[in-house]
């Protein structure tokens, strides 16, 4: 992890010097925005906030200049996402944004390119919750021929008070969080390999005669969830008993564990891929809505409550401090595979972003060993050489 704090340029999104960042409070979007010290702290227009709220310190990521590098970031169109979405932007890194609903997707890249003008920016149709969706996205990219230098898996949908599926019969949580990221990572790994040999790679790779080109990185977003997370082997799909919160924090634990066994298979067969995992620790975004109020018309009190421990400065953040370490383990040259990030404040729901240790659950290799054949028996997307060699 990187010691020496660095903000971007407001202009350039390039790194000038570290400092901490202190949030305004009638606005409350320190970081997005990058302001030069002493300038006035303006909000986002990328993800304003509308709830009033105290001042907070915090310590800014270092961002390196992501020129030339593509990234792919799920779950843009809103929170956490469309907020790692403008920093990626801001240094330099051209956008693929995969989105459910054309439409939000649509005023993201908007409130994107108002944000950060040079943006390149596009969106695909994506819904995690289709292995259909999943299939014909990544054959798009594969067929685009370019490959990904960053793949942030940081869509998710979070407690519907009652048990949905997806289309292809899986727990919703279970299977947009874990199997439908997993079945993504598996049909883009030849865009994501170091030995991805794409038309963009070859011209690259001639220019440079550079023969080590290294493999992308795969930030996935966890939760500190994931820590009470249990694998039910005999009812991962919660078919026998859902509860709301054990389906979540099951498939907070299984994207936990797909990430750093990535990591030990990418190692192990060579593929030159860095998986790491990040999580916010508790940040207001639509998460506290979206699930908790599926089925309903109401907004669900658990939304009343985090607006107001946002507005009294406790327990819950912005979504541009939440995002920082994701956006570290994501774009940290120090920031290695098999790395964890998370807020470092008291209980870890909200600080600067600092590593974590990974939770007891999602030590067990063995366990994250079969929790991937297991997934690629369900979603049918196998990865090369299925064991660990
Ligand atoms: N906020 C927190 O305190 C917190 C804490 C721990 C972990 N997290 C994790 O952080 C990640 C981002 O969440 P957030 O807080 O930013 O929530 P959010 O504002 O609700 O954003 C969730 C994003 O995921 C997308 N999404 C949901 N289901 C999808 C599907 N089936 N296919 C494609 N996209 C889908 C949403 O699309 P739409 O715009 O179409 O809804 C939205 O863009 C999630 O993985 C969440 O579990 C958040």
């Not at 925005?33 to 006035?40: D, N």
């Not at 008291?346 to 600080?351: I, M, N």
């Not at 054949?373 to 196998?382: A, C, I, P």
Request: positive net charge.
């Amino acid at each position: 992890m990187s010691n020496n704090p660095v903000t971007s340029s407001p202009a350039t999104g390039r790194p000038v010097t570290g400092r901490p960042v202190t949030g305004s409070p009638a606005t409350g979007s320190p970081a997005a925005g990058s302001p030069a010290a002493g300038s006035p702290v303006t909000d986002s227009p990328v993800h304003s906030s509308p709830v009033k709220r105290r001042a907070r310190k915090y310590t800014d990521v270092v961002v390196p200049d992501l020129s030339g590098k593509r990234a792919v970031v799920t779950g843009a169109s809103d929170g956490l996402g469309l907020g790692l979405a403008e920093r990626l932007a801001r240094a330099g890194a051209e956008l693929v944004l995969p989105v459910r609903n054309p439409a939000k997707g649509e005023a993201a890249v908007g409130r994107l390119r108002a944000a950060v003008p040079d943006a390149v920016v596009s969106t695909r149709p994506l819904d995690l919750a289709s292995l259909e969706s999943v299939a014909t996205l990544a054959d798009g990219l594969l067929d685009e021929g370019r490959r990904i230098d960053l793949l942030v898996a940081n869509a998710g949908v979070m407690a519907p008070p009652a048990r949905n599926t997806t289309a292809d019969g899986f727990e919703l949580q279970l299977g947009t969080n874990h199997l439908g990221h997993m079945a993504l990572v598996g049909r883009l790994l030849p865009l994501l390999r170091s030995d991805a040999r794409t038309p963009d790679s070859r011209a690259s790779d001639s220019r440079t005669s550079d023969s080590r080109r290294s493999g992308a990185r795969v930030t996935t977003m966890s939760s500190a969830a994931a820590r009470f997370g249990r694998l039910d082997w005999t009812d991962l799909n919660s078919e026998r008993d859902y509860s709301p919160v054990r389906a979540y924090n099951l498939s907070k634990l299984a994207q936990l564990m797909f990430a750093l066994e990535l990591d030990r298979r990418s190692r192990a067969h060579g593929w030159g891929i860095v998986s790491n995992v990040a999580h916010p620790g508790t940040t207001y975004t639509s998460l506290y809505s979206a699930g908790p109020g599926l089925g309903s018309t109401e907004t669900p009190r658990m939304d009343a409550v985090m607006r107001r421990f946002l507005a009294l400065g406790i327990f819950v953040q912005p979504v541009e401090q939440g995002l920082l370490p994701a956006l570290q383990a994501a774009t940290d040259p120090a920031a290695g595979g098999g790395t964890f990030y998370g807020p470092d404040g008291v209980g870890h729901f909200t600080g600067s972003s600092a590593p974590q240790r990974v939770y007891r659950a999602a030590t067990d290799e063995a366990a994250a060993a079969r929790l991937w054949d297991v997934s690629e028996d369900m979603t049918g997307v196998r990865f090369p050489g299925s064991a660990l060699a």
